[in-house]
């Protein structure tokens, strides 16, 4: 079991927005603005999406965006398009022992 | 350009010893954090563990302390992640990735090394 809940899958169609959720404890997503969102394409790395809750690295659309309340973190993605279909984590600092820890990933599906 | 490049697949044999290499190019490697992380077959993200190639401090993910080992040599900019004594649920995709500054993300990923342990 993940330390991090995501949702194991969720779809939209082409222009449509979407959210991921990720929700933890006040240890780790709640405690701190240090999480982070990884896109995963089927055979490849993990790429950096969004850091320190709604920062994007340079290169990331805008229609990517982070957000966080309380516990849970989510990832929003407007104007969905074909190449969003992936894989997304998200990952927290955690006070604990093992510093970081990660969501057990959400399949997106663009219909 | 920020590159980590990986070594290549690894088929081994339980018991067998492996060490895998992550070599950092095109940033100071001794001034930014290298982590590990494993992907099972059809599984999600674990974290097992951080290095300071500039110093070599290393904290480990208690899932893998004692199960692994982090090292890195700063002449050659490469990191280094080694098993003693493989077994088969050891069979993993291996990414090394950059810490990205103080703060706790991940910005730069190597291409992953694919570990099979197989008799």
């Known amino acids: 079991q993940s330390a991090l809940t995501q949702p194991a899958s969720v779809s939209g169609s082409p222009g449509q927005s979407i959210t991921i959720s990720c929700t933890g404890t006040s240890s780790d997503v709640g405690g701190y603005n240090y999480v982070s969102w990884y896109q995963q394409h089927p055979g490849k790395a993990p790429k950096l999406m969004i850091y320190?809750?709604?920062n994007r690295p340079s290169g990331v659309p805008d229609r990517f965006s982070g957000s966080k309340s309380g516990n849970t973190a989510s990832l929003t993605i407007s104007g969905l398009q074909a190449e969003d279909e992936a894989d997304y984590y998200c990952?927290?600092?955690?006070?604990?022992?093992?510093?970081?820890?990660f969501g057990g990933g959400t399949k997106l599906t663009v219909l | 350009e920020v590159q980590l490049v990986q070594s290549g697949a690894e088929v081994k044999k339980p018991g067998e010893s492996l060490k895998i290499s992550c070599k950092g190019s095109?940033?100071?490697?001794?001034?930014?954090?290298i982590g590990w992380v494993r992907q099972m077959p059809g599984k999600g993200l674990e974290w097992m563990g951080i290095i300071y190639p500039g110093d070599s401090d290393t904290r480990y993910s208690p899932s893998f302390q004692g199960q692994v080992t982090i090292s890195a040599d700063k002449s050659i900019s490469t990191a280094y992640l080694q098993w003693s004594s493989l077994k088969a649920s050891d069979t993993a995709m291996y990414y090394c990735a950059r810490r990205g500054g103080s703060s706790w993300f991940l910005d730069y990923w190597g291409q992953g090394t694919l570990v099979t342990v197989s008799s």
């Open positions: 095109g940033y100071s490697f001794t001034s930014y954090w």
């Open positions: 320190e809750v709604s």
């Open positions: 990952s927290s600092y955690t006070s604990s022992s093992t510093f970081v820890v």
